[in-house]
């Protein structure tokens, strides 16, 4: 199982985005592998709010429209973040100040670590800090 951060789902929807091709040529790897992915419901939220204001309404809708599908057809699996989660990213938050992590980012790695996934569809460049490859 592959983890899906915000940069990869924006750059995968966003043919402006400076990784688009790069998304797009990774993703189409994963599925002809069958990859199964994760992503949690703070990098839908963020993902789409990014879209909103940095793109347009229309992307948003096209992503929400895109997970929908990817989790119907049995692709993604999406975490919820949890009290447990939620407990142990601020304890995560509170050792990084310099690398300038976000809570979502905190978030993203304490899911990682309890589902055992080594590796992020990602082009944040936090990843490898908490051991996490990031897939190319």
């Known amino acids: 199982m592959i983890f899906v951060d915000t940069g990869a ?28 992915l994760l992503t949690t ?19 948003a809708v096209e992503f929400l429209n895109k997970i929908e599908f990817f989790t119907e057809t049995g692709i993604l699996t999406i975490t919820e973040i949890d009290n447990n989660v939620f407990e142990e990213a601020k304890t995560l938050f509170r050792q990084y ?22 590796e992020a569809f990602a082009f944040d460049r936090h990843f490898p800090i908490m051991g996490i490859d990031i897939l190319r």
């Open 9 to 36: 789902w924006i750059a995968l929807i966003n043919q402006r985005d400076q990784y688009h091709h790069n998304a797009v040529a990774v993703f189409n790897n994963l599925q002809q592998h069958q990859v199964r």
């Open 41 to 59: 419901d703070y990098i839908i939220d963020e993902t789409t709010t990014r879209l909103r204001y940095d793109a347009n309404h229309m992307l």
């Open 97 to 118: 100040d310099s690398a300038r992590l976000s809570f979502t980012d905190c978030t993203s790695f304490i899911i990682c670590r309890v589902s055992n996934i080594s």
